[in-house]
């Protein structure tokens, strides 16, 4: 299997803050890489696949890039509603995740 | 806009058998672009792909819970459904039903609410 593995796995930043997230793979997945945020209580929602391309619907403010097995999840002004916990998803099967990075507030 | 809700049991003893059905509404439920998958999530912990099937029934799973999972897909009722066996508290978990695209490799683009399942006697 592929490990995914997310670093930091907290961190605390502020409104307005430029924010990055790093998801390694223990292999490469090429692009094959997504990145989901969800919001306690909620189920997780897709910001970015195929590394670097925004869904539909999320802000510009969310950008992804990487290839091969290092990647970056980047929001650039932080807003309040962006506290939550982001989570990196490989494309080979077995489909794992990394273990999550929590956004709190400063 | 699909949207896709889970159903079962929220409670299931130790040694039986988890079962949970998801209805998709708001159409695609028959279209080739997608698979539907089951994701869980344990307490505290982070996600767990569990497999994914076809409309025309080709499954993928985890090979971690193979021997002890089967699904399925009524196509007759826009339903798919999962079923674990031999649970142990391990398994207690919120599972999710999510709708997957699969275009080159697979993403999880709509997520059902999830559904709480815990595995005690």
């Known amino acids: 299997d592929i490990q995914m593995t997310q670093s930091p796995s907290s961190l605390s930043a502020s409104v307005g803050d430029r924010v990055t997230i790093t998801c390694r793979a223990s292999?490469?997945?090429?692009?094959?890489l997504n990145w989901y945020q969800q919001k306690p209580g909620n189920a997780p929602q897709l910001l970015i696949f195929?590394?670097?391309t925004l869904q539909s619907g999320v802000p510009s403010r969310f950008s992804g890039s990487g290839y091969g097995t290092e990647f970056t999840l980047t929001i650039s002004s932080l807003q309040p509603e962006d506290f939550a916990t982001y989570y990196c998803?490989?494309?080979?099967?077995?489909?794992?995740f990394g273990g999550g990075t929590k956004v709190e507030i400063k | 806009q699909v949207l896709l809700q889970e159903s079962g049991p929220g409670l299931v003893k130790p040694s039986q058998t988890l079962s949970l059905t998801c209805s998709v509404s708001?159409?695609?439920?028959?279209?080739?672009?997608?698979?539907w998958s089951w994701i869980r999530q344990r307490p505290e912990k982070g996600l767990e792909w569990i497999g994914y099937?076809?409309?025309?029934?080709?499954?993928y799973n985890n090979p971690s819970l193979e021997s002890r999972l089967t699904m399925s897909i009524d196509t007759s009722k826009d339903q798919f459904s999962l079923k674990l066996t031999s649970v142990t508290a391990a398994d207690t978990a919120v599972y999710y039903c999510?709708?997957?695209?699969?275009?080159?490799?697979?993403?999880?683009?709509?997520w059902g609410q999830g559904a709480l399942v815990t595995v005690s006697s």
């Open positions: 195929g590394a670097s």
């Open positions: 999510v709708r997957t695209v699969y275009t080159n490799y697979p993403k999880f683009d709509s």
């Open positions: 292999q490469s997945v090429i692009n094959y």
């Open positions: 708001g159409g695609s439920f028959s279209s080739g672009t997608y698979y």
């Open positions: 099937m076809s409309y025309r029934g080709s499954a």
């Open positions: 998803q490989q494309g080979y099967r077995p489909l794992t």
